[in-house]
């Protein structure tokens, strides 16, 4: 069983680029979701994919947005980078909504993005 | 709105020491609670979970119990290894919205031989 990957590994962006990360869930998984973990800090949730439509959203501006594609991957963009993007950002896959709120989210190991 | 409370750290424990790292909660209806762990250059891993009051969840030695009264639930080990150096994160799942998790800011443990 493969778990969540996410590529790439390290990024370095400029203020004001635009940038996608990926990330593979993991085989069987229909959910995915989304966090930003700034250095020192608790992740924090973006979005959450569910059957490639959104379901749910945190407290991020629209220039964060996503997809999920139907073989369950999914990419996050951020457009008009900012200083403050800089942080790691997670993946997590989940077996679905269904069930309620006790379904393991399962993490892949983040993609580092610096922004200068 | 919904939000996890952790002891701050960095704790710093001898091996074999016990160990309790203090996460309380504030939420609506009813949570489900974690535990993740996370070691350097790598992600979350779970490593607990308690989904109604009363439950104690366990796993590698580390215990937690979901007390709705005190809304808490904090970790503990009873004799702590060199290996458990991380940083923990409490986390909580609000009832009915699709499993989306809310962070603590994390603790840091580390132990000394």
């Known amino acids: 069983e493969t778990g969540v990957t996410q590529s790439p590994t390290h990024l370095i962006k400029t203020r004001g680029q635009q940038v996608t990360l990926r990330c593979s869930s993991q085989?069987?998984?229909?959910?995915v979701s989304w966090y930003q973990q700034a250095l020192g800090q608790g992740p924090q949730f973006i979005f959450q994919?569910?059957?490639?439509?959104?379901?749910g959203r945190g407290n991020f501006p629209p220039r964060f947005s996503g997809l999920q594609f139907p073989n369950y991957s999914s990419e996050l963009n951020v457009n008009a980078l900012e200083l403050d993007d800089s942080a790691l950002y997670l993946c997590?896959?989940?077996?679905?909504?269904?069930?309620?709120?006790?379904?393991?989210?399962?993490f892949g190991p983040g993609t580092r993005l610096t922004v200068t | 709105g919904d939000s996890v409370t952790q002891m701050e750290g960095p704790v710093t424990l001898s091996e074999e020491a016990f160990l309790t790292i203090n996460c309380t909660y504030t939420?609506?209806?009813?949570?489900?609670l974690f535990w993740y762990v996370q070691y350097p250059g790598e992600g979350l891993q779970l490593l607990l979970k308690?989904?109604?009051?009363?439950d104690k969840g366990s796993n590698k030695g580390f215990e937690a119990t979901y007390r709705k009264e005190t809304t808490s639930f904090h970790l503990e080990k009873g004799s702590v290894q060199v290996s458990d150096s991380a940083v923990y994160f409490c986390?909580?799942?609000?009832?009915?919205?699709?499993?989306?998790?809310?962070f603590g800011q994390g603790t840091e443990l580390s132990v000394k031989p």
């Open positions: 997590a896959s989940s077996l679905g909504l269904a069930g309620g709120s006790s379904y393991e989210q399962y």
């Open positions: 085989s069987g998984h229909n959910t």
């Open positions: 994919y569910y059957r490639e439509e959104e379901n």
């Open positions: 939420a609506t209806g009813y949570p489900s």
């Open positions: 308690a989904t109604k009051a009363d």
């Open positions: 986390a909580l799942s609000p009832y009915n919205q699709g499993g989306k998790l809310i």
